[in-house]
Nanobody, 124 residues
Framework: VQLQASGGGLAQAGDSLRLSCASS????????MGWFRQAPGKEREFVAA????????SYADSVKGRFTISRDAADNTVYLRMNSPKPEDTAVYYC??????????????????WGQGTQVTVSS
């Protein structure tokens, strides 16, 4: 399963960004999906996750209320809408697929496939 993350770039604090994670895998719609990020000098951390339908979601406390994870089954794509980003949101963002469809796990080891990452830089 290949995952292609895109949509990163340079943003100012208060702007809005939308990250996308696309896959051509026929089974993509059956997977739970997650977004993680890794800032320079830090370990990778959980950002958001949704189950196979997108109706169940979970978020890290640091992004709750600002970020929204969603998915479009027709386009085989998962999105991360970043509203009011802050400089501390600067990181490489990774999407990941969990072949267990019902979970919204924050644990990296639960995810089976990873995208290549997209850089997000937020300036103050």
């Amino acid at each position: 399963v290949q995952l292609q993350a895109s949509g990163g770039g340079l943003a100012q604090a208060g702007d809005s960004l939308r990250l996308s994670c696309a896959s051509s895998a026929r089974t993509f719609s059956a997977y739970a999906m997650g977004w993680f990020r890794q800032a320079p000098g830090k370990e990778r951390e959980f950002v958001a996750a949704c189950n196979w339908s997108g109706k169940m979601t979970s978020y890290a406390d640091s992004v709750k209320g600002r970020f929204t994870i969603s998915r479009d089954a027709a386009d085989n794509t998962v999105y991360l809408r970043m509203n009011s980003p802050k400089p501390e949101d600067t990181a490489v963002y990774y999407c990941a697929a969990n072949t267990a469809p019902y979970g919204t796990s924050s644990l990296e080891e639960r995810y089976d496939y990873w995208g290549q990452g997209t850089q997000v830089t937020v300036s103050s």
